[in-house]
């Protein structure tokens, strides 16, 4: 029997499944998706998101500030974070990181709430999950700052950014998932990209609600649809979908290893 797939970061604390959320879960298995990872994106909002998590085993998640709210929680101090991630469904610190397309906060603001994150992330000794957008100069000198000593681990998420920064993120020891975008028809470069990642690196995601996959695009995103992502991706590489569903969830609970541990 296959593996089930992970959606290695989703957020189904939104609004958009707020009226169906155990009706987008149960689609999600039906499409043969085991195991998810919703993401926080505001620490105000952690308990909600912990809730739902303690609400099924297969359902983890994270806790942090997404760039474009680190200037609504710019105080969190390390102590927060750590505190907030003893909960046993806490499987990484994020999503964080620098977000310079949209710059929705200050990117002083950003950095600095960054940073906080990876020195939570290296006290516990929980993965990070990186945001990066249009920033791939300041990512990496700060992951090469505070990965370097082999310290710090994690993913780079919803994959866009240069083949150098996928380079530079692997040679630290992160990960590297993809989302629907690289089955865009103008994601030529990404799908290149997404070649040269290692098997035993590379995870898969959805971002729902967003950024839902060829032949879902344009629709409201959700779980179920990684397996588009996961198919597309084990075409473009030439493998089974069972070769590479075994790999991304292997590197599934190989990088987030509280949901291993606690699992049963």
């Known amino acids: ?15 958009d499944f707020a009226e169906e959320r155990d009706a987008v879960i149960d689609r999600a298995r039906a499409a043969g998706v085991g195991t998810m990872l919703t993401i926080c ?16 085993r297969d359902i983890w998640c994270t806790v942090g500030t997404h760039p474009h709210e680190a200037q609504g929680e710019p105080g969190t101090r390390v102590a927060d974070l750590v505190a907030l991630a003893q909960h046993r469904k806490v499987v990484a610190i994020g999503e964080c ?4 397309y949209y710059d929705e906060s200050p990117r002083d603001i950003q950095e600095a709430v960054f940073r906080t994150h990876i020195a939570a992330a290296r006290a516990t000794g929980l993965p990070l999950v990186v945001h990066t957008r249009d920033a791939d ?22 994959f866009t950014s240069s083949q150098e920064l996928a380079r530079h993120a692997l040679d630290l020891g992160f990960y590297i998932s993809f989302s629907g975008i690289v089955t865009f028809k103008n994601a030529e470069e990404l799908r290149q990209t997404a070649q040269i990642v290692p098997l035993d690196r590379l ?7 967003f950024l839902a996959p060829v032949p879902k695009r344009g629709k409201r995103n959700e779980p179920a649809f ?3 992502t996961a198919e597309f991706l084990a075409n473009l590489r030439d493998i089974s979908l069972a070769e590479l569903t075994k790999a991304t969830t292997d590197n599934f609970h190989r990088l987030f290893t509280r949901a291993t541990m606690t699992a049963a």
């Not at 029997?1 to 609004?15: N, Q």
């Not at 990181?97 to 310079?100: E, S, V």
């Not at 505070?146 to 681990?153: I, K, P, V, Y």
């Open 97 to 100: 990181g620098l977000d310079f």
């Open 203 to 209: 995870l898969v995601e959805t971002d729902a609600p």
């Open 226 to 228: 990684v397996r588009h």
């Open 137 to 158: 100069a300041l990512t990496a000198k700060i992951l090469t700052e505070t990965a370097s000593d082999q310290g710090l681990r994690g993913v780079l998420h919803c």
């Open 1 to 15: 029997m296959m593996p089930g797939l992970v959606d290695s970061h989703c957020h189904l604390d939104f609004p």
């Open 41 to 56: 994106t505001k620490i105000a909002e952690f308990e909600r998101i912990r809730a739902i998590a303690e609400s099924d």
